[in-house]
Antibody, heavy 122, light 107 residues
Framework: EVQLVESGGGLVQPGGSLRLSCEAS????????MSWVRQAPGKGLEWVANINRDGSAKEYVDSVRGRFTISRDNAENSLYLQMNSLRAEDTAVYYC???????????????WGQGTLVTVSS | DIQMTQSPSSLSASVGDRVTITCRASQSISTYLNWYQQKPGEAPNLLIY???TLQTGAPSRFSGRGSGTDFTLTISSLQPEDFATYFCQQSYRKPDTFGQGTKLEIK
């Protein structure tokens, strides 16, 4: 069974940092692109960042580029999101999500973690 | 960025009804369109990918159609467990973007 378990969320002051982790199990982690997707309370979904299978390619939404860094450790079956210079508008549940892995260039999120809540407030 | 607009934003229906949700892209996205179901307190769940392919394990009462800019998700006969929020997502061009969601409620 595919499982993704996020951790590392919490309350942080504006300007602070957090590192989110996502531990994967039940599948061959290094065969899948991975993403972080967030959802502000009561709002819709926003893709944040993705990373390719070996970690050599990364993409970010404009609002986090330069502040957030996505990374992975395939030996540990883990995905990370280092978040710096946090702002109130970064408050959200952060999900890690697995790309289905089709041959086409699109992204289909076929497995999600339960999410971890990040609250940025003074 | 490609804007995704869903309609309606909310919908009341009864068990057994046939329901259709629409998603429109601000530019052509071919068939790079996915649909997700999300229940309160849970993560989204992939239902349909590449516009019309049913995800493994998703009930066959769900179907998707469309290409270019206009897409639909249809539930052929609503079941009690289908009352949830539905999101479309384009992956034609980064950043991937989602519709604002359609909340399906019991009438």
């Amino acid at each position: 069974e595919v499982q993704l378990v996020e951790s590392g969320g919490g309350l942080v002051q504006p300007g602070g940092s957090l590192r989110l982790s996502c531990e994967a199990s039940g599948f061959t982690f290094n065969r899948h692109w991975m993403s972080w997707v967030r959802q502000a309370p009561g709002k819709g979904l926003e893709w944040v960042a993705n990373i390719n299978r070996d970690g050599s390619a990364k993409e970010y939404v404009d609002s986090v580029r330069g502040r957030f860094t996505i990374s992975r450790d395939n030996a540990e079956n883990s995905l990370y999101l280092q978040m710096n210079s946090l702002r109130a508008e970064d408050t959200a549940v952060y999900y890690c999500a697995r790309d289905l892995g089709l041959a086409s260039p699109g992204t289909e999120f076929d497995s999600w973690g339960q999410g971890t809540l990040v609250t940025v407030s003074s | 960025d490609i804007q995704m607009t869903q309609s309606p934003s909310s919908l009341s229906a009864s068990v057994g009804d046939r329901v259709t949700i629409t998603c429109r892209a601000s530019q052509s996205i071919s068939t790079y369109l996915n649909w997700y179901q999300q229940k309160p307190g849970e993560a989204p769940n992939l239902l349909i990918y590449t516009a019309s392919t049913l995800q493994t394990g998703a009930p066959s009462r769900f179907s998707g159609r469309g290409s270019g800019t206009d897409f639909t998700l249809t539930i052929s006969s609503l079941q009690p467990e289908d009352f949830a929020t539905y999101f479309c997502q384009q992956s034609y061009r980064k950043p991937d973007t989602f519709g604002q969601g359609t909340k399906l409620e019991i009438k």
